[in-house]
């Protein structure tokens, strides 16, 4: 028996490749003869996964009026922000030749909402400022200005000192006199 073992062995060793070979043809009928089933096989495939129904789970007014929102753009193709994103090509040679004109804009829109500023009307002016902002982000003056209209608008309130107590019973120490 062992001597049968051992020259099955030796034809291995010496037909190697061949070997190899037909067990790689073997892998590629098993590949093959799968990817067939699969596509030619009469059973039907699941439908994909149903649309989840998240109101069922959260049943808040906050949660229908978001949903509403997001169903009023259902699509990002339906969306004008996005279309603009997807229009603007910084290689275009329009943009780059109209870019004066449009900083010119952006800093007449500035010194409107400057202008608004000065007069107390700072809603206004922050509206233009976050308009100027979302066309030119590293616009300084804007980014400054509109920090200070947010902060006269949400004042963050100062608390006022805790006053220390007095020792009881005792007089005060030379060093606060």
């Given amino acids: 028996m062992q001597e049968k073992l051992h020259t099955i062995i030796l034809w291995l ?9 037909g067990i790689f043809v073997i892998f590629f009928l098993y590949i093959g003869g799968r990817i067939y089933v699969e596509f030619n096989s009469s059973t039907r495939q699941p439908d994909p996964l149903l649309p989840w129904n998240p109101p069922s789970l959260l049943p808040n007014e906050n ?20 279309i ?8 275009d040679y329009k943009i780059v030749r109209d870019l004066d004109t449009i900083r010119k804009e952006l800093k007449n829109k500035f010194e409107r909402a400057k202008k608004y500023y000065n007069e107390g009307n700072l809603k206004e002016a922050k509206k233009i400022l976050v308009e100027i902002l979302s066309a030119w982000p590293i616009h300084k003056p804007s980014q400054e200005l509109l920090a200070k209209i947010n902060a006269q608008l949400h004042p963050v309130p100062t608390p006022t000192p805790t006053p220390v107590p007095l020792p009881r019973g005792e007089a005060i120490p030379p060093e606060f006199r």
């Fill in 84 to 91: 603009s994103l997807g229009k603007f090509n910084i290689f």
């Fill in 63 to 82: 949660f229908n009026k978001l949903k509403k929102m997001l169903e009023a753009n259902s699509t990002l193709e339906e969306d004008e922000r996005f």
């Fill in 13 to 21: 060793k010496s037909h190697l490749d061949f070997v190899v070979l």
